[in-house]
């Protein structure tokens, strides 16, 4: 089991920055894939990026590759999402999850993971 907590979301203008991070109770390496999802509302949550904790490139959505980053520190169990020149479209409360299983594939995919964060919510104004 492990407990998940996101913090760093905000209100920006569009083409800011912010920097989200997901702190975890348990070693990253426990869990072999880490990831951001996003859901605004009245829609599903979507996958945002994916990352194995033991190393490999990382997945991101289309509407998010190229401005948005992924990352992870061992040492501090902590995942983050470096997001930049953001949009008011990305407005949503963006959750981390961590997944026991790296196989299954898919890794944007909400219901291959196995523990959620509350989310942190993020709003972009035009």
């Known amino acids: 089991q492990v407990n998940l907590v996101e913090s760093g979301g905000g209100s920006v203008q569009a083409g800011g920055s912010l920097k989200l991070s997901c702190a975890a109770t348990d070693y990253l390496y426990n869990w072999p894939v880490m990831a951001w999802f996003r859901q605004a509302p009245g829609k599903e949550r979507e996958g945002v990026a994916a990352i194995k904790t033991g190393g490999g490139l990382p997945s991101y959505a289309d509407s998010v590759e190229y401005r948005f980053t992924i990352s992870l520190d061992h040492g501090k169990k902590t995942l983050y999402l470096h997001m930049n020149n953001l949009e008011p479209g990305d407005t949503a409360v963006y959750y981390c999850?961590?997944?026991?299983?790296?196989?299954?594939?898919?890794?944007?995919?909400?219901?291959?993971?196995?523990?959620w964060g509350l989310g942190t919510q993020v709003t972009v104004s035009s």
């Open positions: 999850a961590a997944r026991r299983e790296v196989s299954g594939g898919d890794y944007l995919r909400p219901s291959t993971y196995d523990y």
